[in-house]
């Protein structure tokens, strides 16, 4: 396993941070500047009002109070305010998107950044949201898929012709292409279907799992990717280590390195750290936190 250094990233905390733009600039430079690897953003596009929706609270911890920037947009307005950390949806709900806009708007965010932009893509889980944005929420599946191999060739060809049960391009294609061809897409997951699909046609899994499944979810997932006859080492897994959200618990500094170092020791990829919903309140709270965690971890240099 050729895995002996591990990227670390952080949850953009839109809920605590807000709309300013400012906040939102300050907050970005500071996690660039202490050496994160990368700022993910995830997406929620229909704020829900869960007054007569008792069982809510057991599918997410957010409502139609909790303000979500659209991440593509979000990393438009920060990609000229950002050098070097990537940016990285986690996870746009694909399936809920039009795949030939989603092509466009991702080349040239792409192109804006400079080549920084990571795609972490899934299902959802909000039906309210896919019937309020006109996609049926059954066989989102098969569509999502069929979205990623028209993506890669939008991302990738001048122009081409190909019909599909969900697409139909004719002799076109998306210009300007992107700086990366293709885009990288992670697969977010939680059902074991979603982990076969990153192995079979994801560039890693995005993972939301718990220290403790470190070792083994890494192993089964290079051994899923060699089954598909593809190199484990060029497949990764990526982790987000949740705080606070849905009675996970908040971890010190301290606690932060224990989880980093072990999925590190696992074989991860990456790991990105969710500051949202553990008592933090704006850009000083969150950006004093996170420094401890860059001391810790000593970033700047690589993490080993």
């Keep these: ?36 690897s990368h700022l993910m953003a995830y997406d929620r596009v229909l704020a829900v009002n869960p007054v007569n929706r008792p069982d809510w609270g057991t599918i997410s911890p957010y409502t139609h109070e909790s303000p979500f920037q659209e991440p593509l947009v979000l990393f438009s307005y920060l990609a000229g305010l950002t050098r070097t950390i990537q940016l990285v949806t986690g996870v746009i709900v694909l399936p809920q998107r039009q795949t030939l806009l989603f092509a466009k708007q991702a080349a040239n965010l792409d192109n804006y950044c400079g080549g920084r932009l990571r795609l972490g893509v ?5 039906a309210v949201e896919y019937e309020a944005m006109g996609v049926s ?47 990288p897409i992670w697969i977010g997951v939680s059902a074991p279907a979603a982990v076969d699909r990153a192995a079979r046609i994801g560039d890693a899994l995005l993972c939301y799992r718990d220290v403790s499944q470190a070792k083994e979810t890494v192993s089964s997932f290079r051994a899923a990717v060699h089954n598909y006859g593809r190199d484990p080492d060029q497949i990764g897994v990526v982790n987000n280590i949740l705080q606070g959200m849905m009675g996970a618990p908040k971890y010190s500094p301290e606690e932060v390195a224990i989880c980093v170092d072990t999925w590190r020791k696992a074989g991860a990829r990456a790991v990105n750290l969710h500051t949202m919903d553990i008592g933090l309140r704006g850009v000083d709270q969150h950006v004093a936190y996170l420094r401890s965690v860059a001391h810790m971890l000593k970033l700047g240099r690589t993490v080993v």
């Design 122 to 126: 899934g299902l959802g889980h909000n």
């Design 137 to 183: 929420f059954k066989g989102r599946a098969a569509r999502m898929e069929d979205q990623i191999h028209f993506l890669r060739r939008l991302w990738t060809e001048p122009w081409f012709s190909e019909t599909s049960a969900f697409h139909e391009i004719s002799e076109a294609g998306v210009c300007p292409l992107p700086i990366q061809r293709p885009i």
């Design 1 to 36: 396993m050729a895995h002996h250094s591990i990227d670390v990233g952080v949850t953009f905390p839109t809920v605590e941070i807000g709309t300013d733009s400012g906040a939102i600039r300050e907050f970005a430079q500071a996690v660039e500047d202490l050496g994160f």
